[in-house]
């Protein structure tokens, strides 16, 4: 059975469903990159950030090409971003790239 798509282009509820438990299997070696346990700070908060433009795109209902016009990149540097790869990135550039999603974005660093 062929899953039908949504006005948007998303796949129907069904296929994100068989998608999901492919994605939670343990033994799934595709889809986003995992941050290392020793991962630096600077990493983590990447990380983090590639996480949020993730999520606002998955919230928005929006697809690749529609955020990469938003944040002013091609394609392939949001690709990145959502498979969470973030050796290509600075801090700063993630950050300009949430602001522009998240006008108002906040930044916090605590000392521990």
């Known amino acids: ?3 039908r798509k949504t006005k ?3 796949p129907d509820d069904e296929k994100l ?3 999901r438990e492919k994605l ?3 033994n799934y070696t595709g889809g986003n ?3 290392p346990a020793s991962a630096s700070e600077v990493d983590r908060a990447k990380y983090e950030l590639c996480q949020i433009i993730a999520k606002y795109q998955r919230e928005n209902q929006l697809l690749q090409k529609d955020i990469a016009a938003k944040l002013g990149v ?3 540097r949001v690709s990145d971003i ?3 790869k973030i050796e ?3 801090l700063d550039r993630l950050v300009s790239y949430a602001e522009k999603l998240h006008p108002g974005l906040k930044v916090r660093i605590v000392a521990a």
């Open 74 to 76: 091609d394609d392939s």
């Open 33 to 35: 990159l995992a941050l």
């Open 88 to 90: 290509g990135f600075t």
């Open 8 to 10: 948007q282009g998303f």
């Open 1 to 3: 059975m062929k899953a």
């Open 24 to 26: 939670s299997d343990l």
């Open 82 to 84: 959502l498979r969470g």
């Open 17 to 19: 469903k068989r998608v």
